[in-house]
């Protein structure tokens, strides 16, 4: 385990809050503060680190990977942010961002054509863990001259298919 400030904050924030508890039971203020420093670590880790946990959306971040961004495109949010910020596929043609991401997922919808813009391909990047997550994100990838010129990212609300 790795000791970090924010791991210190919270663990005195927990401890303070046992400490102020127990002394309402108990007025021994020796015996509250032992009961509350060997009660912290375990209220931290299995009631206070699982909710921090629940509520935040934090995920890892990894480098770009054209197989596991096939293989599992519920993980591709991972994969999204370095893919972007290091420009891995910048400049690549079509042929070869198809060879690295798969065939598109949908195309982008051209209203001035009425039709789909076959220089404007999407992809679904997944649902980002957390417990008050109600969008999906997915990544729309723009070509110029069988270029890739533009990666962005973007979310839409999460939608169900209605039980009949």
Do not use: C
Request: proline fraction near 4%; avoid cysteine; glycine fraction near 4%.
């Amino acid at each position: 385990m790795i000791i970090t400030p924010i791991l210190v904050i919270f663990l005195l924030v927990v401890f303070v809050l046992l400490f102020l508890f127990l002394k309402t039971v108990d007025n021994r203020k020796w015996l509250v503060g032992l009961i509350s420093l060997i009660l912290t670590p375990s209220v931290y880790f299995y009631m206070a680190y699982p909710f921090i946990n629940i509520v935040s959306t934090y995920h890892h971040q990894k480098y770009f990977d054209a197989e596991a961004w096939i293989e599992k495109p519920s993980l591709r949010y991972e994969m999204i942010d370095y893919t972007i910020s290091s420009d891995t596929l910048k400049g690549k043609s079509m042929t070869e961002i198809e060879s690295l991401l798969g065939k598109a997922e949908w195309l982008t919808w051209d209203d001035a054509k009425k039709a789909h813009d076959p220089n404007k391909w999407n992809y679904g990047l997944g649902i980002e863990p957390g417990a008050f997550t109600d969008e999906k994100t997915n990544v729309e990838i723009t070509f110029n001259n069988n270029k890739l010129e533009h990666l962005k990212t973007y979310t839409e609300p999460l939608t169900f298919d209605e039980e009949k």
